[in-house]
């Protein structure tokens, strides 16, 4: 059972409309049994950290997301489903996260405009299942003012530029997470969530 992990992101209908083209039956919870339960999870995200952490103390589910991806079990992580991986995001001063992976999110330079938002172009730090048939510099849609900035650079999959070059897509074990949108990324972000279905059934 794929579960989409419901704690008000902005971009869960998105998210579920891309699975539903893609024929993967989901069920969309903020239910922690069923997020116990799950085969597999998509965590969405949209919006600010604190609140995404709160949304996610108030409902439990911390415990149980923890431990899914200790379990190794197939995680996808979108936008703020990637930076609360991290120990802490600068957002707001400092918001402590779910601290998976060591590192920190970081508000982008000054001067440039922010939120990043619009299509930017993905360079494949690596081979990956997830990049399988998709070209190097595909671009893909961002919407964010903070990025992540993971201690362990083996981690990166794919970064991108935007005032600075940043990771933007990480992988470990079964768990992928991105920055940007695949669920708005047409043709090629739907590639992407279809690779990821197909390599961890």
């Not at 949304?55 to 923890?66: G, H, M, T, V, Y």
């Not at 940007?180 to 390599?199: A, C, I, V």
Request: aromatic fraction near 10%; charge should be neutral; proline fraction near 7%.
């Amino acid at each position: 059972m794929l579960v989409i992990i419901d704690y008000g992101a902005g971009n869960l209908r998105s998210v579920a409309r891309a699975v539903e083209k893609l024929g993967q039956p989901a069920t969309i919870s903020h239910e922690a049994d069923n997020i116990r339960r799950a085969s597999k999870l998509i965590l969405p995200g949209v919006g600010a950290a604190r609140d995404t952490m709160q949304s996610l103390r108030r409902l439990r589910l911390i415990e149980p997301i923890a431990e899914a991806i200790a379990a190794d079990k197939p995680f996808f992580g979108i936008c703020l489903g990637l930076q609360v991986l991290l120990d802490g995001s600068e957002e707001g001063g400092w918001e402590p996260c779910l601290g998976v992976y060591a590192g920190r999110v970081r508000r982008l330079p000054d001067g440039l405009k922010v939120p990043h938002m619009g299509w930017n172009q993905v360079r494949q730090r690596r081979e990956h299942p997830v990049f399988e048939g998709i070209p190097d510099g595909t671009n893909f849609y961002f919407v964010h003012s903070y990025y992540p900035d993971p201690a362990d650079p083996s981690l990166a999959i794919g970064s991108t530029e935007y005032g600075v070059s940043f990771t933007c897509a990480i992988a470990r074990g079964n768990l992928v997470a991105t920055q940007f949108h695949p669920e708005k990324s047409g043709r090629w972000g739907l590639r992407m969530l279809e690779n990821f279905f197909r390599n961890y059934p």
